[in-house]
């Protein structure tokens, strides 16, 4: 399989659609262990990166991705802003050149997108933050060699609830110590919805 | 959730827009931004002082810009810091060639954030550096932690860097100052009521009707314990002890002092405080150089206060009682 | 009852204690007196300038000490007129035999306390004269009722007052200054939730979910109209409308504004508020030479808020504009 | 009957107990047409007052009244500070002059508390403040020509249940308008307490 513009950009309409309707949901998760604030701080970046692309067009993955990073980091803020946006950002300069995105380049793309991520965030694997849900699906991509939409979703959905178990290092909820435990970590269920959505555009939904 | 608003979505854009119209004499907004700068800015030969983070904590960060203090302040939503390509604005806004000195508090979407917009300078030929503030005693500061937020301290570290600034120093000698006032600065909170985030409605947190938090965070995270509301005597104490703790005072060193209010305390409440962080310093044989009592670095509605001491050198001391004149904040 | 006090008889002597360890530069306390006076006074040739009240409304009355404002304020129980003996000692304390003016909010207990000590005062030979200070649009004002309360504005009329005092101005004349500056300001509030008296423990009413009170007093008096809560601009609107209606201003019209916290709210909807009723006055053609928006005159942790306009001459301008420096106010 | 310095501070000692044991019902009144703090004004004002007076020898019944008058004036505050102070000030100078005080002595002493009262609150009767009370005791007084305690306590109570029906002109009540009829007046229900600790001091009680 390979990646075009359509499927792209019908990823980031299926993400905001589950953003929005999940938005009280993450902020709720992270009224619990962070400061409430995350479904509106997602909400708010992903309407913003579906008008934007609504009112563009593309002519090449690369590009699409360019605007998500550029809306996301411009319209988030807090923390998850600027670390979705590196995200995207990593995607969208690893599948720069052309048109389609075959397997191993996202692949490679994805592998910058989680350096990105902890170079911005200085967070490991298990500290409880949206790098577990993207290290794992990075690390599952890099055994198959094709994409498999059901069990990208499952890996999103494992690394997302196995958060629940863990303390909080970095992030506010590391100010919780041992009562984040317990707990799903918001960023990483935003990132279950963006890896699913992938997953749905992968098989065709948009 | 009563509060006087209209959309929740709006709350940071018109809270932006009535500050301006408040003091158009002192501050402008810059278009497209929820950015606020000194009208005069940028100030020739001047770093330009900025600082910003979510809002919800007025007057911080607003409040602030103005003479002595902040060439601007960067709102982002309620509770969350503002992104990158704001904060850049406000920079640009007020380099004058001199540079921009960014003032941050230590959490982390705020560093983020603000680190960013200062590689974003940084690549636009803008000299950059900042501090971080971390004030609060009740978070643990070790390498295995994000280490200790940034709470009312931050106040007192805008108003020694802006006065610093204001004299026309350059930004080297500006990070050194920002890094000894950081040192020297520390503070701890206490939460009788959450506060309610606009957006979602709901409370930050809950207490029970005869609990208190001890160490609370400004966005209402946790402190370091839940106990019994006690007297005004006994917080005092409390807090005082805990900042006093993480400070090595000896008697006779010169402080600054700050009992801060959350939001929704009466200054009464506030002035019993300080009536007894007063005793508790003056028996220490502290010299208290200067005290601010009032609504500095709030959260919301939130019910409490906080109590910080800045250690002062004759530097910092000088720097501290000199002119500062701005919406919230005044020497 | 959540609040940072300790023994609830105690809070008003604790307060002005917590006062006067913040600012002992600025401020004394009279010895057993509950009245707070400049450190300089009696200053020669200077009429002394004397407000006060019940407590609960902090900053009002000790933070308006200092420079170019207040010369003393004496502090009553909460809620409660201070008595006849600590106004004359204050009085006594500030007289440097150029006479002593009183600022009085228009309610019987004060009336007949200050106007007691000023009979007292003149027995002892001091020149002594008041204005009654009469703002609050929410009241009747006929020779059937007691008259408009005394709210918010009391804080401009202090500023406009201290000023001209402090240029050295006669009795007389202040007194007609004060005249003029009371038949200009006008004020109405809006609670949307009570006050908690510490001695009682008890609200001083009750409002529902989703009510408010439209032309609250600040202790609790009933206003005009209980109604569903509404948007930050229905409020500002109503408020200004109710307040500008009681003005006969004209478009160029020079005014002074204040948005006025009553305690619990927190100062980014004052904001709000503030962008609202700065666009109402725009579009009306006013020239809006200074604006103050803050918790000025508050009334313990009652949330809500104040709108003040004060209608100036060119005497009010130059009054008003000139320099304040106390612990609650700065011009 | 004379009026003896005992009694006079016996009456005042029975005025002190029955505030203090209705402190906090009279604040409840003043909560619901004023600002609920007459309880607590009260009970400081007449704390006070027996502190002093346990702590002073009186050769006069007037000398009692006059640091009556004084310690109320300057511990109540608020607006029955000064009337309440000005009334046993009346009463005071009304008094002067001899050890006992006779009725009809009393009587013209009652007439110029009233006076005074009215002076300086500006209130006429029928304006629901305490004047109800003191001027339907005074003007009671004068069609008998000695003290009848029984009869005093029910003018007393019934002038003071009268303010009831009453919308208050004067005071903080007059804020409420029609709204402050069907409550009592606060400060008329301490006159009443005044009144009958005067039967009660009467009759012997201390
Ligand atoms: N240092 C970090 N590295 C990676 N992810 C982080 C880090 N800190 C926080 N996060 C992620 O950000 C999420 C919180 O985002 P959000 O609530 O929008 O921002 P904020 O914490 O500033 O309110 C967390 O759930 C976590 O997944
Ligand atoms: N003008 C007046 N004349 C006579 N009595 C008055 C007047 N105004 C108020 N009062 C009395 O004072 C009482 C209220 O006293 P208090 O609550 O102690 O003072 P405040 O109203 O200042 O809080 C009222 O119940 C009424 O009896
Ligand atoms: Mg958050
Ligand atoms: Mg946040
Ligand atoms: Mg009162
Ligand atoms: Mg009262």
Known sequence: MVLHVEQVTAWMYQTNDKIQSNKDYLSSLDQAIGDGDHGINMARGFEAVVSTIADTSYSTVSEVLQDVAKTLMSNVGGASGPLFGTAFLKLSMGTKGTEEVDYSTFVESMDQAVAGLQQRGKAEQGEKTMVDVWSSVAAYLHQQDDFHPKTLRKIASSSMEETKGMIATKGRASYLKERSKGHLDPGSVSSYYIFTSLADSLEGKE | ?331
Chains 1, 4 share one sequence.
Request: hydrophobic letters at 45%; aromatic letters at 4%.
């Open chain 2, 1 to 331: 959730m009563k509060k006087v608003i209209n959309k929740t979505n709006d709350v940071v854009t018109e809270m932006v827009d009535g500050v301006v119209a408040a003091y158009p004499h002192v501050i402008r907004r810059l278009p497209n931004t929820s950015a606020v700068v000194r009208t005069e800015a940028p100030i020739a030969n001047k770093v330009g002082i900025v600082s910003g983070g979510g809002s919800g904590h007025e007057p911080a960060h607003a409040g602030y810009v103005g003479k002595g203090m902040l060439d601007a302040a960067v709102a982002g939503e309620v509770f969350t810091a503002p992104t990158p390509d704001q904060i850049l604005e406000a920079m640009k806004a007020v380099d004058s060639g001199s540079g921009v000195f960014l003032i941050i508090k230590n959490y982390t979407g705020d560093i983020m954030n603000f680190e960013m917009a200062a590689e974003l300078a940084e690549a636009e030929g803008i000299k950059a550096d900042y501090i971080v503030v971390n004030d609060d005693v009740a978070v643990e500061d070790s390498s295995f932690t994000t280490g200790r937020r940034g709470i009312a301290g931050t106040v007192l570290v805008h108003k020694i860097i802006g006065a610093l600034a204001e004299n026309g120093a350059a930004l080297e000698e500006i990070k050194r100052v920002a890094e000894k006032t950081v040192a020297n600065v520390r503070s701890m909170g206490v939460a009788l009521s959450p506060s309610i985030m606009p957006g979602s409605g709901k409370a930050s947190f809950e207490l029970d009707e005869n609990e208190m938090e001890i160490g609370i965070g400004i966005h209402g995270e946790p402190g370091i314990e839940r106990k019994q509301l006690a007297t005004a005597d006994e917080l005092a104490e409390e807090l005082t002890q805990h900042v006093l703790g993480d400070l090595s005072l000896q008697e006779g060193d010169n402080i600054a002092v700050m009992v801060n209010g959350l939001g929704a305390t009466p200054e009464m409440e506030l002035y019993i405080v300080n009536r007894k962080v007063q005793d508790i310093l003056q028996k220490q044989g502290m010299e208290v150089v200067r005290t601010f009592v009032g609504d500095f670095m709030t959260s919301l509605e939130m019910a409490g206060c906080s109590v910080t001491i800045l250690k002062l050198d004759d530097e910092l001391t000088e720097l501290l009682q000199s002119e500062a004149s701005t919406p919230g904040f005044h020497v």
